[in-house]
T-cell receptor
């Protein structure tokens, strides 16, 4: 499973609270991604990183921020959670062995009440 | 930007029959097209992919075809089995390091 873990795996929180999700990888991969998965929308890219402190926005970045202070960790923060951010969040990595190829972490199910 | 459309959204087949899922993309610069399988409650798993310099690729019972002129690509599963039941996602690359995903196809294989 490409050495990717996500924490927490499940979280229930209330509207307006900050939430941070963690993606951890053990293989020193350069590229890391955060997606959200919702019924009828497939997987949509939130933010991605191409190295330490190098991040960029994806197609649904509003309301989310990310940080990558070390290669192995990519953090996704919801500054003030809203019910529309209830979703399953997947982290992915690109090992770089084959361009574009991505492998996913186990996911985090987030519920915002 | 890139846009990927996927059809059908649901597909039911009898065990042993073939299943075909189709995707179209909008950006002619896209050059990498992976397919993912996602079982209930699990992560998406890469099952096969194709690059724009290849027209067809096979791996046992699954195959992917690409028509660059028409900008569409398809997943073919032959001799379907109940364990093939899952949601399948297509994707297309853009800007070399990102993927845009289709909305998924729920495949049900009935014994």
């Amino acid at each position: 499973d490409a050495g990717i873990t996500q924490s927490p795996r499940h979280k229930v929180t209330e509207t307006g609270t900050p939430v941070t999700l963690r993606c951890h990888q053990t293989e020193n991969h350069r590229y890391m991604y955060w997606y959200r998965q919702d019924p009828g929308h497939g997987l949509r890219l939130i933010h991605y990183s191409y190295g330490v402190k190098d991040t960029d926005k994806g197609e649904v970045s509003d309301g989310y921020s990310v940080s990558r202070s070390k290669t192995e960790d990519f953090l996704l923060t919801l500054e003030s959670a809203t019910s529309s951010q209830t979703s399953v969040y997947f982290c992915a990595i690109n090992p770089g062995l084959v361009p574009d190829e991505q492998f996913f972490g186990p996911g985090t199910r987030l519920t915002v009440l | 930007g890139e846009n990927v459309e996927q059809h059908p959204s649901t597909l039911s087949v009898q065990e042993g029959d073939s299943a075909v899922i189709k995707c179209t993309y909008s950006d002619s610069a896209s050059n990498y097209f992976p397919w993912y399988k996602q079982e209930l409650g699990k992560r998406p798993q890469l099952i096969i992919d194709i690059r724009s310099n290849v027209g067809e690729k096979k791996d046992q019972r699954i195959a992917v075809t690409l028509n660059k002129t028409a900008k569409h690509f398809s997943l073919h599963i032959t001799e379907t089995q109940p364990e093939d039941s899952a949601v399948y996602f297509c994707a297309a690359s853009y800007n070399t390091d990102k993927l845009i995903f289709g909305t998924g196809t729920r495949l049900q294989v009935f014994p």
